[in-house]
């Protein structure tokens, strides 16, 4: 053998089945050629020793037989030899296959890299399209928010209220995500709404409440134009609909309003009452807990409205309210 690849490679040999394993533990080799008849362990163990092994499991093994009978040939591949070669050894003949072997190892192991590559490019690609969403989505929050002198921060803690709510409620991860999305996007509609109205120190008139109503309809088609996320419209168009069938734009009723309005609903509603405004401060904890219960069932959804109430008999600092929400929008 030695002879026969002198030019190409760096032979070893090995006397048995034993010296071999041995041997290919602490070396490096590319490929193997094993004789099935061996003194003590024959090819087929030193085969199945070497699968067994993830260092050697992936090196290709031709073995050498002096004849090739159909269920030797069988039980070779089926321990995982790569081939077989018929003893004598013709020398073109081993060179050739030797080569192809490798060759074939070569394109597998290069084919794999690729694979890999591109899938961590694939991956990496996601990862940073979905940084680009999320970050465009906050900075549409706080331009909402900022259209709105008296709310500031409102959407990022509706937005968190919602997914607290969602995850007691046992959403999963891209539920409570979800939510947590159209918590932020709930008021987009108010960019069309006029500053004088949004920040009118007096009672707004009918005409005026009714063009601030139109931020539902406004925010819904917005969102609408994203068609790869068509459900995110719903936050937007439903967080005003109350569960009794009174609120609007679209007066729906119980169970028809969509789980993530009827959420974002309490949310929202909680945040208006533990929220500084210009005519007073933050209501009481007591006081918004009565607000709630009052609500339950009329205004909100009985199911999220309880609880809300857990959340809030947990709070006994009362964290949970504008000055207790840190910058990044949780509770401290
Ligand atoms: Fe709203």
């Known amino acids: ?112 890299k690729e694979v890999r590559r591109q899938t961590n490019l694939a991956e990496e690609r996601l990862a940073t399209t979905v940084r680009i969403f999320r970050e465009m989505v906050l900075a549409l929050a706080k331009t909402i928010d900022a259209k709105d002198k008296y709310t500031h921060g409102h959407s990022e803690r509706v937005a968190e209220y919602s997914r607290c709510l969602a995850r007691v409620d046992g959403a999963s991860e891209e539920e409570q995500e979800e939510i947590y999305t159209m918590g932020l996007l709930h008021d987009i509609g108010k960019v069309g709404i006029p500053e004088a109205i949004i920040n009118k120190p007096a009672r707004l008139t009918d005409e005026e409440y009714k063009v601030i109503q139109s931020h539902t309809v406004i925010g819904s088609d917005i969102l609408h134009l994203i068609k790869a996320a068509p459900d995110l419209f719903q936050g937007a168009r439903y967080h005003h609909e109350r569960y009794d069938g009174k609120g609007y734009p679209d007066g729906l009723v119980g169970d028809a309003i ?75």
């Open 1 to 112: 053998m030695k002879k026969i690849f002198a030019a190409e490679a760096e032979i070893t040999g090995a006397s048995s089945g034993k010296e071999a394993l041995a041997w290919l533990s602490w070396h490096e080799a590319d490929l193997v050629l094993l004789d099935l008849q061996m003194p003590g362990m024959d090819g087929f163990e030193v085969l199945r020793k070497m699968k067994q092994q993830r260092r050697l499991a992936d090196i290709p093994v031709i073995i050498l037989t002096g004849t090739i009978e159909s269920e030797l040939e069988a039980e070779g591949f089926l321990a995982g030899a790569t081939d077989f070669v018929r003893k004598p050894i013709i020398p073109s003949a081993i060179r050739q296959r030797v080569s192809r072997v490798l060759r074939y190892e070569y394109l597998q192991d290069n084919l794999a």
């Open 258 to 332: 969509p789980k993530t309005a009827r959420i974002i609903a309490v949310a929202d509603a909680y945040d208006a009452m533990t929220s500084n405004r210009s005519y007073r401060g933050i209501l009481p904890q007591t006081t918004v807990r009565k607000e709630i219960e009052k609500g339950s069932g009329s205004q909100f959804d009985p199911r999220y409205a309880s609880i809300m109430l857990r959340l809030i008999d947990e709070d006994t600092a009362y964290r949970m309210c504008e000055t207790g929400m840190t910058e990044d929008g949780k509770s401290d």
